[in-house]
């Protein structure tokens, strides 16, 4: 069905909802690179002002991608909930902008219509979003999981101990946990990204990780974030994995371009659920995503970035994720160009996340081929903890020797809490003052040379 | 009165991964922001930097191996940084300049985002593997030295020189710590429209990562079980280092 708008004296046309989206999606390289970008700044304009008109059903109505070629339409069209959407059924999306910003409009309130709401819609009303307002609702909302504690509850922001190692050297790893430690980080999880993706490998990781958290009875989880099927298959050899991995993107062909689908993800979850190693809860999955995978799999439909990362998050979320985390500057300059577009795009994740009822985390960073620096990562950082994200990136010095890339680290994480008053998992925070790593208040304290931590290496 | 270390400091000499850095406040110390700054510019000019495709063919050519030079679809750097589907495509002349050779393996070196790791460890790695190529018998078809592309490219030329199977040697992005650190990126029977999840990938070939014989050793084991299985990707899980990593075996005169 094709769209319309006049603005003064001309009239712009849009072929159908997938142009109109992308017209109205806030500029970005990879949509200029697919050709689906608005070719000026008054056609991006009248973009959003047609969309703003549309009736939030037309969203579920017209599927940007075939229900019949896509597994991932047919998850979002079959799992919709009439009812919980009932309360905004006859709103348009400029309405639903509004309705997201009544003060009424509570955590319960979105909580309850989450189910109701497609990713379609979540990304539609962010494209007629400022950033204050991505920043306003989502902090609304709380997205709490739950495995060995509890995460993504109000006051709260988590780190990812991330201590990868570019050949994943057991002591260099290792090292590299404890430092996380010692700074505070590592209640999101422990995760390792691997820089071979041979079976006996990642199993030397998981087990290394295993060791550490028993040893000192760290109220967190670990992750090594091989292939999901690697991770089936380290489960079946007995390996002792907590979390189940996998990176995922909003349409089938580009998550067959990771080599996944549905039925796979659903066979890696039973696996992990069967370890049954969660103490508090059973949130086994940890997903990673970012705008631009889908194009870059050739696999994009003609439909904009953002609207299939939003849909990824429909992907998440029918698996019960402990964690979700848009790693929203490492795909590079080509779908992503500069720290405006990153910073936009980390802000639209987390609200289309939370909003759809995702636990969403996010991996702040950029190549060194963007043009973007630490200036814009602290930037996004300050963004993300005013909106309450779930979790972030610790990163020792920011700088990721494996994946060559730049993040936030172990201080940067301090930074926030401090700024904000933003407090650990409560299972975490009580193992770091046992452990005397905290004081009375909360801050780091000075650990000595001889804490039992260290005294182990 | 500069921040100092952390008490656990000895451990940074167990990872090049920045540990033990001390904190003013909750902030890195001063000299640290600077270090910072710094490894950040080397990375960035690490980008920019052209490949010299010259001295790269000539260490090729000193291993006896012929080497052929073309070019990506795209221009120059800038159009390549934000263009990756022409980085993915050969230029219309070096399409029409590369005819079959059909053979075992293809190899392709590519600047990628790093020449710098290119200039540091293609040779050297191509050197380490001729030994296992000559013990498995395998033809080795011309080395293809190729400028502003991306990993994809290898499909169209392997598909070109009708290879069973095709190594891209590329640049990976530069990290602050690694400016110049290589990738091999395997594919069985390449061909235009490939996906990733059909490649093998071995990463972090760089002075503190893996050797070029150890990176030689895994291409080798991938490359023998991509043959034998007529398959890579994520169905062909690397299980090289169950075979102890010894010398490769010596070549027969």
């Keep these: ?457 | 009165m500069a921040a100092p270390p952390d008490p656990w400091r000895r451990l940074a000499a167990l990872t090049p991964a920045r540990i033990g850095l001390g904190r003013a406040g909750t902030a890195l110390p001063t000299r640290e922001v600077l270090a910072l700054g710094l490894a950040h510019a080397r990375a960035r000019d690490a980008v920019h930097l052209p490949l010299d495709v010259a001295a790269v063919s000539a260490r090729i050519a000193a291993l006896g191996l012929e080497a052929a030079q073309v070019e990506s679809a795209a221009a120059d750097r800038s159009t390549y940084l934000r263009r990756p589907d022409l980085g993915r495509r050969l230029s219309h002349a070096a399409r029409a300049g590369l005819a079959p050779v059909p053979c075992d393996l293809a190899l392709v070196v590519a600047d990628g985002l790093s020449s710098a790791a290119v200039h540091a460890q293609a040779a050297a790695t191509i050197a380490a593997l001729m030994p296992h190529a000559a013990a498995a018998g395998w033809s080795i078809g011309p080395v293809v030295v190729v400028t502003q592309a991306r990993v994809a490219l290898g499909d169209e030329i392997g598909e070109a020189l009708r290879a069973r199977a095709v190594a891209v040697l590329i640049g990976e992005r530069p990290g602050l710590s690694t400016p110049d650190s290589l990738g091999i990126y395997l594919t069985h029977a390449p061909r235009v429209g490939r996906t990733d999840a059909e490649r093998n990938c071995i990463s972090n070939i760089q002075p503190r990562g893996l050797s070029p014989e150890q990176a030689a050793h895994r291409l080798a084991w991938l490359l023998r079980e991509a043959l034998r299985r007529g398959l890579s990707g994520v169905a062909l899980k690397d299980e090289s280092d169950l075979i102890a990593a010894t010398a490769p075996p010596p070549v027969l005169s």
């Design chain 1, 1 to 457: 069905m094709p769209f319309a708008q006049t603005t003064g004296h001309t009239r712009w046309t849009f072929a159908d909802l997938a142009e109109l989206l992308a017209k109205a999606s806030p500029p970005r390289s990879g949509d200029a690179l697919a050709g689906l970008a608005a070719q000026s700044l008054e056609e991006h304009a009248a973009a959003r002002m047609a969309l703003a008109d549309l009736p939030l059903r037309a969203l579920l109505d017209e599927p940007v991608v075939p229900y019949e070629a896509d597994e991932v339409t047919r998850l979002i069209c079959d799992g919709h909930d009439a009812g919980a959407f009932a309360p905004v059924a006859s709103m348009t999306v400029g309405d639903f902008r509004e309705f997201l910003l009544e003060p009424s409009t509570t955590g319960e309130t979105l909580a309850a219509l989450a189910p109701g709401l497609t990713p379609e819609m979540a990304a539609a009303v962010s494209k007629i979003m400022r950033n204050q307002d991505l920043i306003a609702v989502a902090r609304k909302r709380r997205v709490v999981t739950r495995f060995r504690n509890t995460l993504g509850q109000a006051g709260v922001m988590s780190v990812r101990l991330q201590p990868n190692h570019p050949t994943d050297d057991p002591a260099g790893v290792t090292a590299a946990i404890l430092d996380g430690l010692l700074y505070g980080c590592g209640d999101a999880v422990i995760g390792i990204n691997p820089a071979g993706d041979s079976l006996a490998a990642l199993g030397d990781l998981v087990r290394l990780v295993d060791e550490v958290i028993r040893r000192f009875e760290i109220p967190t989880q670990g992750c090594v974030l091989g292939h999901v099927s690697s991770t089936i298959e380290l489960i079946e050899r007995g390996a002792p994995v907590d979390l189940v991995f996998q990176s995922i993107a909003g349409t089938e062909g580009a998550n067959a371009s990771f080599g996944v689908n549905l039925a796979l993800l659903r066979e890696g979850r039973d696996a992990a659920l069967s370890m049954k190693r969660g103490t508090v809860g059973d949130n086994v999955m940890y997903f990673e995503t970012g705008q631009g995978s889908a194009l870059s799999a050739d696999a994009h439909h003609g439909v904009d970035q953002q609207t299939l990362e939003a849909r990824a998050y429909a992907v998440a979320r029918a698996f019960e994720p402990l964690l979700v985390n848009t790693v929203v500057g490492f795909i590079g300059p080509e779908y992503l160009f500069d720290g405006k577009q990153i910073i936009r795009a980390g802000l639209e994740d987390h609200f289309c996340g939370k909003l759809l009822g995702a636990p969403m985390g996010c991996d702040i960073c950029h190549t060194n081929h963007a043009e973007a620096d630490q200036d814009d990562l602290d930037s996004l950082l300050t963004l993300l903890a005013a909106a309450g994200v779930n979790f972030v990136m610790g990163v020792p010095g920011g700088d990721d020797v494996m994946l060559g890339y730049q993040s936030t680290s172990f201080h940067d994480a301090l930074y926030a809490r401090e700024v904000f008053g933003l407090r650990r998992a409560p299972e975490f925070e009580a193992w770091l003052a046992r452990m005397a790593l905290t004081g009375a208040d909360g801050r780091l304290a000075q650990a000595a040379a001889g804490h039992p931590l260290l005294a182990a290496f």
